[in-house]
Structure formats: structure tokens, C-alpha cells
């Protein structure tokens, strides 16, 4: 029976990992006709609408009032949602899925980081070596092992990946400070309230010129391409994950974050990418820190944790 649960909890994650490896190549090909600001919003408020459906099914009607948390929720989840989302598209616009992919992988470890930044939990000794060592990974990849040259190539906008990665950190620990709110129900309306906010982000850019509302032939022809962003990757995805994560733990969900980076550059590879040396060093080093971070966890009886990156 524990088998079978294992199995299926694996399945689920393998699922997940490839959704999510997939989803920047699926994102830069949108990018293409529509802007961050307004992919976004086509993501997350036909996602909302779902996980709200959801949660009422689940959990009751009751269950879709924030009570006294509403401001808080609304916070996170602009941090996490509009601020994951928006500056993520907007790097991956001017950047490679593959980068996008590994600096994502990187979650695990700047968690562990930021939680010793703000509640003083701090690290072994293995984990800040790993942490190390899956950033210079990182910088492998994305400058292809020549740092003369950096600026004229991704570097900026791979920070603004970064950058909404570091938001989703936020979110995801701020998840903590509602302990009586289940998994669902803080992704569910965190979710709704960010595409509030996401909403108001992009009319305000439209206004200001810098965004640019798409024609809806434009929507229609990447119909498909937003029904995997917002339905699988941002719907089915994270109920896979967090499915996934009960039937197999955290610490053994977690490595299976090391698929995203593999299934982004191997859908590159499949697309004719040719990369580097340096690249795929780079792509190891980051896989292999986070094994060694994992195991070290393991031996600390650290708890690892990782909310999904929706």
C-alpha cells in the first residue's frame, strides 16, 4: 500500500517537474505576441477563478472568506503571484528559458538562506557550501563561462528573474504566518487577491505606455499556450506538487525540482540548441548541490520545505 503511495506520489511530481521545465518555453514563445504585464494576467485570473471553485468544493463557502487575514493575503500574494510572475516574464522576454529554468532550481537553497536572514535558522555547513557552489553554477550558465562581455548579454535580465524568484520566497514563507489556513486555501485566495493586483499592475503600465493590451486575435492564437500557463501549469501543477509532497515528504519532494532545469534543456536540445561546455558544467554543479544540500538536510533532521512555484 506504502508502495503504491510512493509511486503515485512520485508520478505526481515527475508530472509536475516537466509541466514546469516546459513552462518557460512555453512563456518565451508568448512573449512574443504578448508582454509580461498582460501574459500574466491571462495566467492568474482564469487560474483564480478555478482554485476559488475549488476551495469552495472542498473546504465550503465559508472557507473562500480571508476573515482577518485579508490584507496579509493580499500582500503575499502580490509578492508572490504578481511579483513572481511579472518580473520572471519580463527577464525571460529578453532571456533563455534554460536560464530561467536552473535560476528557478536555485529556490531550494535561497530558502534556506532567507529563513536564516529572517528567523535565525541557520544552515549547515554543507548547505552554505552548496548554496556556493549551485550559484557559480548558475553564472556558468548564464554567462557560457566568459564573464568579459557579461553586460551586453542576458545578465540584467536574468536579475529580474532572479529578483521574481526572491518574491516567491516571500510568499512562500509567508505562508507561515497563517498556520490555520490550509495549503488550499492560502493558494486559492492569495492567488485571487495577487490577480487583483496583477490586474491594476498592468492597467497602470498600459496607461504609463508601457505596457500593451493584446488584440484578441493575438490571445487566440497562443489560446493554447495560455491554457497550459494558467490550467496545467498554474492549476493542475501545483495540486500534482502538493499531492506529490504529502505522499513523498518534502525533503524527497524537493529533489525533484532537478528535473526542471534537465526537461528545460532538453526541450532546447530537441529545438536545436547546441550548448556549451560551460553550460552543462554549470547545470550539474547547480543539480548536484542541491542532491548534496538535500542529503545533508536529511542528516541534520533539517526540514525542507518549498511551496510550488505556480
Known sequence: MQSNRSLKGAAMLVFT????GAMFTVAKNTLDAIDAFWLTTWRYVPASL?????????????????????????????????????????????SQPEHAAIII?????????????????RPNRVTLAATLVAFAGAVLVITKGRLHGVADGTLSA???VLAGMLCWIGYTMGASTLPQFSTLRYTALSMALGAS??????????????????????????GIDIAYLSLVAGVLAVFAWNAGVAALGAPNGVLFINLVPITAFAIGIAQGHRFGASE?????LVIGALIASNVAGRASGVRTFMRSPA
Open 50 to 94: 478555478i482554485m476559488l471553485a475549488v476551495l469552495w468544493i472542498v473546504e465550503g463557502r465559508r472557507a473562500l472568506a480571508p476573515e482577518n487575514a485579508a490584507r496579509r493575503l493580499w500582500m503575499f500574494g502580490s509578492l508572490g503571484f504578481a511579483g513572481f510572475s511579472i518580473l520572471g516574464y519580463l527577464g525571460l522576454a529578453r
Open 17 to 20: 517537474t516537466l509541466v514546469w
Open 197 to 222: 493586483t496583477i490586474v491594476a499592475v498592468s492597467v497602470a503600465a498600459t496607461l504609463a505606455g508601457i505596457a500593451h493590451p493584446p488584440a484578441l486575435s493575438g490571445v487566440a492564437d497562443h
Open 280 to 284: 552543462i558544467a554549470g547545470g550539474l
Open 105 to 121: 532550481a536555485l529556490m531550494p537553497l535561497f530558502t534556506t538562506l532567507a529563513n536564516w536572514l529572517v528567523r535565525g535558522t
Open 158 to 160: 536574468d536579475a529580474l
